[in-house]
Nanobody, 116 residues
């Protein structure tokens, strides 16, 4: 059974930092491109960041470039999103995603709220 289990998130003040983690099981983790997406109320789900298998090439949404960093640990089957200089517009439910060929799996989602 494939599982992506998220942890982290919560409430933080503007300018603060948070870290999200996603632990995968039931898949050959090293094959998969891993990503973080988010969905704010009334908006479509959007890509935040992704990291490929192999070379670990990263890609970021324009709104988070320079503030967020994605990383993966193939030995532990985990990947993380480090979020810095958070803004109110970063408030959303964040989802982790694993993709390889035709297979796609999602985490359960975690709320990130940036507010004073």
């Amino acid at each position: 059974q494939v599982q992506l289990v998220q942890s982290g998130g919560g409430l933080v003040q503007p300018g603060g930092s948070l870290r999200l983690s996603c632990a995968a099981s039931g898949i050959d983790f090293s094959f998969y491109t891993m990503g973080w997406y988010r969905q704010a109320p009334g908006k479509q789900r959007e890509l935040v960041a992704s990291i490929t298998s192999g070379a670990g090439n990263t890609n970021y949404g324009d709104s988070v470039k320079g503030r967020f960093a994605i990383s993966r640990d193939n030995a532990k089957n985990t990947f993380e999103l480090e979020m810095n200089s958070l803004k109110s517009e970063d408030t959303a439910v964040y989802y982790c995603k694993a993709t390889w060929r035709v297979w796609t799996y999602w985490g359960q989602g975690t709320q990130v709220t940036v507010s004073s």
